[in-house]
């Protein structure tokens, strides 16, 4: 994978169809409703019942809105991706504007395979690694995927803008 | 309901400093081993408007002792805070301040 800053925001390029399919997967995983994601993306709040039940009530649904729409988001601009020249692999540009939005989705991602993947601290580490599952494992490498995009996104200080996204695309 | 009416004219024939401010709420920030330390940080930025040194200086805080108080004040806006610190995943909760 290389990245570039163009005009229109951040190109990923060289994506491997495993790369894609992690990508892909993101808005799946913020949508998921298995319980252990959700315990994590919409954790208990408050201490008592009654303020919990608040929490429920008024704030949670708002989260839920929050969570889909950005996973449209996300889908929107897999949607748009496109393949190298003459390879398999995948270009696809992240806009600016959308930078915060990918940011969360990212992080959302990476926490709800963690979570379904029964991952402890110690997974996330050289030496848990190698305890762990074949599933265990392949959950961490999508992880840390995940986690050198973020990465980029995060830190713009070192990059200056590489031309159009169009001087990239080569049909 | 009868009770609070004794209550109301007791202080009334007293003529007691009514002071019933409500009690401060923490907003919490709790550790999780996949969280980038600087997206935490970006986060603090963005929500609350702390400059870059207090946003890692709290980070940094949650990192070291698993959590850290990053806001205290009324409990309608730390409710609001601990929304939108949710909105970026980060582990957070509420909590009246003790005392």
Redesign the interface.
Known sequence: MWVAKVDEGWLFGDLTPASVETLTGVPMLIESSDARVRG????????GEE?EQH?RQH?VP??ER?FLSRAQLVRRDLAQMKKMPESVNGLLLIPFEHV?AW??AL??A??AL?ALNDM??EH?TPEGFVTATPKQQEAALR?DLL?EM??VL??DDDFESAGSFEDFVME | MTARAATKEKTDTKTEPKTSLAPPWNVIVHD?????M??VT?VFK?VFGYGADKAHRLMMEVHQSGRAVVWTGAREQA?MY??KL????L??????VDG
């Open positions: 994590r993306l919409l954790p208990e709040t408050c201490d303020d929490w704030a708002e989260l929050l915060n940011l969360a992080n959302a990476r926490l963690y402890t601290a996330m992880i986690a973020q990465g995060l830190g | 999780d081993p996949v969280t980038l600087n997206y970006k963005q409710e601990v929304q949710q909105a970026h995943h582990l957070t909760t509420l909590e009246l």
